[in-house]
């Protein structure tokens, strides 16, 4: 159900695809908190002023900026709040969820490559989770980490990875014969199964720190889903491996073309 909206705010950009991150990554930081069990920071605001100060940074063309504000707001916010054991969890969390409308900012603010970025991520992400859970359904066998998901397999994870390539290739594809030119198909499949890999991993990882905290869903938000944390874990970490590696390439100005053309 999500889906068609998420698409839909990803062709309209702007302010729009703003305020829809902007929601989505609000909801995670408040979840995060929930899984930490630190209930005292929530008072604080200082999470909440960093993601949109960031945010807007973002959205202006100042991801440098963004990314120094997620980091002043973390070490403020673990100095404001109490010590124990939750603090350093606590200020992670403002990294963790702003790192998330950055990345997904600076990608659809390309003009050319912009869109396209984006769905080439839903498209892996999403193939890659679905792929993921019938193949190690059907397949099964050994598990590929027991102490922190114990339903996830091997066979499941090389599923998903089949998945993303073909769903990546798939949606470049079509932007070939759009006229948006990208050539490379060697390339963008290896990117598909390297994002794809990293979507696994961010879904371990918030696996990992549920168990770190004995929490069983991040919230109860979507009726059999779970919380934001639990529908988006993989997008994020994707999202920002694609931030950074098209970054790299293109700049900040060009970051969609950067991950893209090859």
């Not at 100042?62 to 603090?87: D, K, N, Q, T």
């Not at 993989?234 to 100005?253: H, N, P």
């Amino acid at each position: 159900m999500l889906a068609p909206l998420a698409v839909g705010v990803a062709w309209l950009g702007g302010w729009a695809f703003f305020a829809f991150w902007m929601l989505a990554a609000w909801g995670i930081l408040h979840e995060w908190r929930r899984i930490v069990g630190d209930p005292a920071a929530t008072h604080v605001g200082l999470g909440e002023c960093a993601l949109l100060a960031a945010g807007i940074a973002a959205m202006v063309g100042f991801g440098g900026v963004a990314a120094l504000i997620a980091l002043y707001g973390a070490a403020v916010e673990w100095l404001a709040s109490p010590p124990g054991s939750a603090r350093s969890w606590v200020a992670s969390g403002i990294v963790y969820a702003v790192a998330l409308p950055i990345a997904c900012i600076l990608l659809r603010a390309d003009p050319h490559y912009g869109f396209l970025a984006i769905l080439f991520l839903f498209a892996v992400t999403w193939a890659t989770d679905i792929l993921a859970y019938f193949a190690g359904r059907l397949v099964g066998g050994p598990k590929l980490w027991r102490r922190v998901s114990p339903n996830k397999t091997w066979s499941g994870a090389i599923g998903g990875v089949c998945g993303a390539v073909a769903a990546g290739l798939a949606v470049t594809h079509l932007a070939v014969t759009n006229g948006a030119g990208i050539p490379n198909s060697l390339a963008v499949g290896g990117l598909a199964l390297l994002l794809s890999v990293a979507s696994q991993a961010g879904d371990l990882f918030e696996s990992a720190l549920k168990r770190r905290f004995g929490v069983k869903d991040a919230s109860h938000l979507i009726p059999g889903h779970g919380g934001i944390m639990d529908r988006l874990d993989g997008f994020l970490a994707a999202a920002v491996l694609a931030a950074v590696i098209g970054i790299a390439r293109g700049g900040m100005d060009a970051a969609a073309r950067g991950l893209l053309v090859w």
